[in-house]
């Protein structure tokens, strides 16, 4: 299995202010995501982040208030853009290895608290 | 966005007891899977099914899949404190590894 790590683990920031989550996995993954979830909430996905070009953004997000970078196999990282109350949320990333089948691999996610 | 409802929202039993969850989507799948997620941290693989299954085992877990009725059920035998967690069912479409996520089932074991 994949190990995936996230940076922060949790942050609390001003309004206005614009927070990047960085994504590391022990080894290379054929796919990376990007996934927000409320709290008690399920999980909504953000966008499929490519390696080596602009990622794929579901309905409902753009790509000026979440940039995404993958500049490898096994990094990326989300933006969280100019800030509201409404983006607090835990952010999580997920991995998929085609070798390995079809599971996601998840980190610990980012807790974040937008004042 | 969500692919369907899993029922019930939250499960509160005695410790031995056996927990069952549904999962019920609403488009054709490739296959459907169970994942544990403690406390808003990760979530963590349990179970694949896939389409042309109808029951699959892994431990204490057993899953199984009605593709007539478009649903799924997660059971959890001899349930201990540490399976306290909620609980996602997921389902995947075609070739582009999205998974659409059911709303999720809270479970608690009481000791």
């Known amino acids: 299995s994949a190990v995936i790590s996230q940076k922060p683990s949790r942050d609390i920031c001003q309004r206005g202010t614009s927070l990047t989550i960085q994504c590391q996995v022990d080894?290379?993954?054929?796919?990376m995501f990007w996934y927000r979830q409320q709290p008690g909430q399920s999980l909504t996905l953000i966008a499929t982040?490519?390696?080596?070009?602009?990622?794929?953004?579901e309905s409902g997000f753009v790509i000026d208030k979440f940039p995404i970078s993958r500049p490898n196999l096994t990094f990326s990282t989300l933006t969280v853009s100019n800030m509201s109350p409404e983006d607090s949320s835990i952010y999580l990333c997920?991995?998929?290895?085609?070798?390995?089948?079809?599971?996601?691999?998840f980190g610990p996610g980012t807790r974040l608290l937008v004042l | 966005s969500q692919q369907g409802e899993e029922d019930p929202q939250a499960l509160s039993i005695q410790e031995g007891e056996n927990a069952t969850m549904n999962c019920s989507y609403k488009?054709?799948?490739?296959?459907l899977q169970w994942y544990r997620q403690n406390s808003g941290r990760g979530l963590v693989h349990l179970i694949l099914i896939r389409s042309n299954e109808r029951e699959k085992h892994s431990g204490r877990l057993r899953v199984t899949l009605d593709t007539s009725k478009k649903s799924s059920s997660l059971l959890i035998t001899a349930s201990r404190a540490a399976d306290t967690a909620s609980y996602f069912c997921?389902?995947?479409?075609?070739?582009?590894?999205?998974?659409?996520w059911g709303a999720g089932t809270k479970l608690i074991i009481k000791p």
């Open positions: 997920s991995g998929i290895s085609e070798g390995r089948g079809e599971t996601q691999y």
């Open positions: 080894s290379q993954v054929t796919m």
């Open positions: 982040a490519n390696q080596g070009s602009e990622a794929t953004y």
């Open positions: 488009t054709s799948i490739n296959n």
């Open positions: 997921a389902t995947s479409k075609d070739s582009n590894y999205q998974l659409i």
